[in-house]
């Protein structure tokens, strides 16, 4: 079974940096693409940014967050800098070939006040 367990997100001012972990249970992480993903109040969940050998990003995060990854610790991490009241959002991590069975952790609430 996997699980998912985020954490790492406050209240943040805009313009600020937040770095969020999302440690995983039941897979390994080197041998997935993990993906970060987050929703907004009646927003669609949406993919921001993946890595395996690769990285990819959404241009709407592209060149403020970077996603890394800890193999030996079975982490996930993702960098958030230049933070503005848009990313305001719940936060999760997820295999993206996994996302398809609909099973996410909690999530970490990012918030990010003007």
């Known amino acids: 079974q996997v699980q998912l367990v985020e954490s790492g997100g406050v209240l943040v001012q805009a313009g600020g940096s937040l770095r969020l972990s999302c440690v995983v249970f039941?897979?390994?992480?080197?041998?997935?693409?993990m993906g970060w993903y987050r929703q907004a109040p009646g927003k669609r969940r949406e993919l921001l940014a993946w890595?395996?050998?690769?990285?990819w990003y959404d241009a709407s995060v592209n060149g403020r967050f970077t996603v890394s990854r800890d193999n030996a610790n079975n982490t996930v991490f993702l960098q958030m800098n230049s933070l503005k009241p848009d990313d305001t959002a719940v936060y999760y991590c997820?295999?993206?070939?996994?996302?398809?069975?609909?099973?996410w952790g909690q999530g970490t609430q990012v918030t990010v006040s003007s």
């Open positions: 039941g897979l390994e992480v080197r041998d997935k693409t």
């Open positions: 997820n295999a993206v070939d996994l996302v398809q069975y609909n099973m």
């Open positions: 890595i395996n050998s690769r990285s």
